[in-house]
């Protein structure tokens, strides 16, 4: 690649050209999706460009690995990303490599419900055991990791969905000091507006369905690293195991990628406005958004954090049957599971996306939505929820 530097190009430069090679042929400016699942070598055992069979690479896919590599690296360029179907089996491919039966891993109280259900109902019966802490709390942290030692530290901030923000330079040196892996996922904030591995964090995962694809087209995830070892073994679950993304999908992510940064700024002010005008409304109890000055990980935020990411939660003061109702009456926030797409999304955590974790430590309250704030005008948004708040 000779027109962009990978080490001193900006971030929205790296997002649009990285991995993006002038098609040979044509001069396609757009690389072609490559739909081939197999190539043909020029003798047996000896492969045209190192392609055999696209369950283990294919083209289109290795152009978005290197995107994402080069924006979550900052523009170090020293990381190994891989892609997988969702979000999902890329935490699945990561811990398979990662651990063995036996291994220990200690887990936020307010993670991704269905990361959550994967250590719990699918790997705890292969004997990988968790152990779940409030990582905004660093004594608890510390404890955790002192009584049994563990092999992964799995953290994410800002939290879905109570927003909760953790101090990742602070948790990274808990983790080396401790001999454990230190895994963000980054899925919320993305590499726009925080960089993990530079505060020291050893590996970050993401479901790419979210913001990196941003149009909620396509589902996927991603893991990210710059441990060489670690990035071989994920680089062999991916063709061993098998749940590599699609070509279509990961043009989708490349696709999505290249306006990474001019979305961002659009959720976060819309979201920033949003939250502040919920702060003033009678009805609501508490609004969880970072960027407010009296959210308790406010500060730490404001360090790790080039700006405060475009998902709020609020809770009413009228109570579960009332906030159901709020949940039902937005027209231009769409109550739907999922996030980070251009439309605005509201969700009703509790039945929805974090049904799975009813009952548990992680349970999220009654009387809470999450939303997913869009790039759609401010005004239209206001008055959306204006209308749906009518009455409380
Ligand atoms: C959605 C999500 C996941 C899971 O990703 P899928 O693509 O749905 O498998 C993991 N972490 C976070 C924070 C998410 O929001």
Request: proline content about 4%.
């Given at each position: 690649?000779?027109?962009?530097d990978k080490h001193t190009s900006g971030f929205n430069t790296r997002a649009v050209h990285a991995g993006q090679e002038l098609d040979p042929v044509y001069g396609a400016v757009v690389p072609p999706i490559h739909l081939s699942s197999t190539y043909a070598p020029?003798?047996?055992?000896?492969?045209?460009?190192?392609?055999?069979?696209?369950?283990?690479?294919n083209p289109t896919r290795d152009a978005l690995q290197a995107q994402i590599a080069g924006l979550e690296t900052g523009n170090a360029d020293t990381g190994y990303a891989y892609t997988f179907s969702s979000g999902l089996a890329s935490e699945t491919a990561l811990?398979?490599?990662?651990?063995?039966?036996?291994?220990?891993?200690?887990?936020?109280?307010?993670?991704?419900?269905?990361?959550?259900?994967?250590?719990?109902?699918?790997?705890?019966?292969?004997?990988?055991?968790?152990?779940?802490?409030?990582?905004?709390?660093?004594?608890?942290?510390?404890?955790?990791?002192?009584?049994?030692?563990?092999?992964?530290?799995?953290?994410?901030?800002?939290?879905?969905?109570?927003?909760?923000?953790?101090?990742?330079?602070?948790?990274?040196?808990?983790?080396?000091?401790?001999?454990?892996?230190?895994?963000?996922?980054?899925?919320?904030?993305?590499?726009?507006?925080?960089?993990?591995?530079?505060?020291?964090?050893?590996?970050?995962?993401?479901?790419?369905?979210?913001?990196?694809?941003?149009?909620?087209?396509?589902?996927?995830?991603?893991?990210?690293?710059?441990?060489?070892?670690?990035?071989?073994?994920?680089?062999?679950?991916?063709?061993?195991?098998?749940?590599?993304?699609?070509?279509?999908?990961?043009?989708?992510?490349?696709?999505?990628?290249?306006?990474?940064?001019?979305?961002?700024?659009?959720?976060?002010?819309?979201?920033?406005?949003?939250?502040?005008?919920?702060?003033?409304?009678?009805?609501?109890?508490?609004?969880?958004?970072?960027?407010?000055?009296?959210?308790?990980?406010?500060?730490?935020?404001?360090?790790?954090?080039?700006?405060?990411?475009?998902?709020?939660?609020?809770?009413?003061?009228?109570?579960?049957?009332?906030?159901?109702?709020?949940?039902?009456?937005?027209?231009?926030?769409?109550?739907?599971?999922?996030?980070?797409?251009?439309?605005?999304?509201?969700?009703?955590?509790?039945?929805?996306?974090?049904?799975?974790?009813?009952?548990?430590?992680?349970?999220?309250?009654?009387?809470?939505?999450?939303?997913?704030?869009?790039?759609?005008?401010?005004?239209?948004?206001?008055?959306?929820?204006?209308?749906?708040?009518?009455?409380?």
């Open positions: 690649m000779t027109f962009i020029e003798a047996i055992g000896k492969l045209r460009k190192g392609y055999d069979y696209g369950r283990g690479t811990l398979m490599a990662a651990c063995k039966p036996g291994d220990r891993v200690v887990v936020g109280n307010d993670v991704y419900g269905g990361t959550y259900r994967l250590l719990d109902k699918v790997l705890g019966p292969w004997q990988l055991e968790h152990h779940v802490v409030d990582m905004s709390n660093l004594d608890q942290v510390r404890e955790a990791l002192a009584s049994a030692k563990a092999r992964i530290l799995w953290v994410e901030t800002p939290t879905n969905p109570m927003m909760k923000i953790a101090d990742i330079a602070a948790l990274a040196e808990l983790a080396k000091e401790y001999d454990t892996l230190l895994v963000v996922d980054n899925t919320f904030a993305t590499p726009y507006l925080q960089l993990p591995l530079q505060l020291g964090a050893d590996v970050v995962v993401h479901s790419t369905t979210k913001y990196m694809g941003g149009h909620s087209d396509t589902i996927g995830g991603a893991v990210v690293t710059e441990n060489e070892e670690l990035a071989n073994a994920i680089n062999f679950q991916q063709y061993a195991a098998g749940a590599s993304n699609s070509p279509l999908d990961s043009y989708l992510v490349t696709r999505g990628l290249k306006t990474l940064g001019v979305r961002m700024d659009r959720h976060v002010a819309n979201a920033t406005a949003i939250a502040q005008w919920l702060t003033e409304h009678p009805g609501v109890e508490k609004v969880h958004y970072p960027g407010l000055e009296d959210h308790p990980g406010h500060e730490i935020a404001k360090k790790q954090m080039s700006g405060f990411g475009g998902m709020v939660s609020v809770q009413f003061k009228a109570g579960v049957e009332a906030t159901r109702k709020v949940a039902e009456s937005t027209h231009v926030f769409r109550l739907a599971e999922s996030l980070g797409g251009v439309e605005s999304l509201l969700n009703y955590p509790t039945a929805m996306t974090h049904a799975s974790v009813e009952g548990t430590e992680l349970a999220v309250p009654g009387n809470l939505i999450r939303l997913s704030v869009g790039i759609e005008d401010l005004d239209d948004l206001m008055g959306d929820l204006e209308q749906a708040l009518q009455g409380l």
